[in-house]
């Protein structure tokens, strides 16, 4: 997942939000699945299989109408071990899930696989689910727009601009569904798939946005999960939800900064970003902020230069994973001696398209999001002083300042009741959802919960990074239901 791959800003702002009516869940029937084969694509498992089901477009007024939801599973096989569905919840919220089952079939211990099913979903308004569009412009889908990352003097302008021009071809161009794209009407969703499968409780392995939604699902279906493992955590503050997760950016990509700074300093003599990381600091904001006033013409890319900007939203992404470092210090070195810039890596457009209008929804809908202008300037400008790194970005402003719907429920304030059978898993260093706060969402669960921190960098933790530990910590409860008894660092 990329994180957030779309839309949005973030303000530190309380909210006074107007009374709103929740939809009640649908006790509409939702028919059992009906498995074929799935759509042909790379690296798919022979054993998935695929599916549509039908769920209501408003959960509120059942009678108004379906949308299809893309179903898929890889079934355990020894039948005779199973214990039922472990649902793979994927992040974003703008990334499908489909192939999923495939995905982590190859990286599941034998022992997970040999117990559950493993079905995932591409969630509604994405990929082969019924999808949304906001028919933008191929210039107005820039990585750099989609994550609001100022101008190079700090000015917001453009970021203005754009959102308002985003928020008005949404309204114009993505239908009714658009509207009802949410995270309680996921959390539904979810419900329906558990009904389709005929099962009485639900497994699942939520990731970043996915561990919100896994969440939101835990809350309002609390008697209807079994093992809940919820890896990379959101903060689930409802007075901001994904404004406070872009706010994270901020604190998060301080956080990861070190490991990379430490891993380039040791690699001086290949990369001469610094030989120590004090300086490799010093070396790549002073390099963002040359591109800012000198962009590299960069083809083939959107937009098609290597400015600031683009520096730092991929250094943001490279962070995910240490497997990236190179990539990101060889880019760095060609920029800094004027050497050729590697191909550019830019997802097709109408994928693009799919990603940003769901995502954009998603956070739209699930909050209200305050719009004035010099209130952002403010936060931009005092954020970017605090963390150059970021620039800004994660308090800028995004189309939900200008979105034309009002959020039709108020966000889910996740709370203690239910069973204890959560396990929360958590890199230290997490550039996308800092571990202060995973934090938050483990006060949030209070006794339902145990927590497994990880002394490693990077976005995703079970099974990402190679630490036994943790992994081993994640498995065992998969498998018998046993957490540990307190809270966890695993070194």
């Known amino acids: 997942m990329n994180r957030i791959a779309a839309v949005g800003a973030a303000a530190l702002v309380s909210l006074a939000a107007a009374p709103m009516t929740a939809a009640p869940a649908s006790a509409a029937r939702i028919a059992a699945p009906a498995w074929t084969g799935c759509p042909a694509a790379p690296g798919l498992d022979s054993r998935q299989e695929c599916a549509t089901l039908h769920v209501p477009l ?15 599973r890889i079934r355990t096989a020894k039948p005779g071990l199973r214990r039922g569905v472990l649902l793979l919840i994927p992040g974003g919220p703008g990334s499908t899930g489909l192939a999923r089952p495939s995905t982590q079939a190859r990286r599941l211990p034998q022992e997970v696989l040999d117990r559950y099913d493993l079905v995932s979903f591409d969630r509604r308004g994405m990929g082969q689910s019924t999808p949304v569009s906001c028919g933008l412009d191929h210039e107005d889908l820039a990585p750099t727009l989609l994550k609001p990352w100022p101008s190079a003097d700090g000015g917001i302008t453009e970021n203005v601009n754009w959102s308002r021009r985003i928020a008005e071809a949404c309204a114009r161009n993505g239908g009714p569904l658009m509207r009802h794209i949410s995270t309680r009407n996921e959390a539904r969703d979810i419900d329906g798939i558990r009904k389709a499968l005929g099962e009485e409780r639900l497994s699942y392995w939520g990731v970043s946005y996915g561990t919100y939604s896994g969440a939101v699902y835990a809350t309002m279906f609390p008697e209807r999960t079994d093992r809940v493992v919820l890896d990379s955590n959101d903060d689930p503050d409802p007075r901001g939800v994904a404004r406070t997760w872009l706010a994270n950016y901020a604190v998060g990509v301080e956080d990861r900064f070190p490991d990379f700074a430490r891993w380039a300093a040791a690699r001086d003599g290949e990369y001469d970003l610094g030989a120590d990381p004090a300086t490799v600091r010093h070396t790549v904001i002073e390099l963002a902020a040359r591109l800012d006033r ?66 954009a929804a998603t956070m739209c809908n699930d909050v209200e999001w305050p719009g004035s202008v010099p209130l952002h300037q403010r936060l931009v400008a005092r954020d970017k002083a605090a963390h150059p790194l970021t620039a800004g970005m994660p308090v800028n402003m995004g189309p939900c300042a200008f979105w034309p719907y009002r959020a039709a429920e108020r966000p889910v304030r996740v709370t203690s009741r239910g069973p204890s059978n959560v396990l929360l898993v958590q890199n230290l260093r997490d550039p996308s959802t800092p571990h202060s706060g995973a934090l938050e969402m483990r006060k949030a669960f209070g006794q339902r919960a145990r927590m497994v921190s990880v002394d490693s960098g990077g976005h995703g933790a079970y099974l990402a990074n190679g630490n036994a530990c943790g992994d081993r910590t994640v498995t065992e409860f998969l498998v018998s239901g046993r957490r540990p008894a307190q809270d966890t660092l695993c070194e």
């Open 294 to 359: 000198e962009p590299i013409p960069w083809p083939g890319a959107n937009p098609a230069e290597l400015n600031g900007n683009v520096l730092r939203d991929t250094m943001l992404g490279a962070f995910y994973s240490d497997a990236n470092f190179p990539a990101l210090a060889g880019l760095m070195k060609a920029a800094l001696t004027s050497g050729p810039l590697p191909a550019p890596s830019t997802p097709p457009d109408a994928v693009m398209q799919n990603s940003a209008a769901a995502t």
């Open 58 to 72: 408003d959960y509120g007024a059942p009678g108004n109408g379906t949308i299809s939801l893309a179903v898929s």
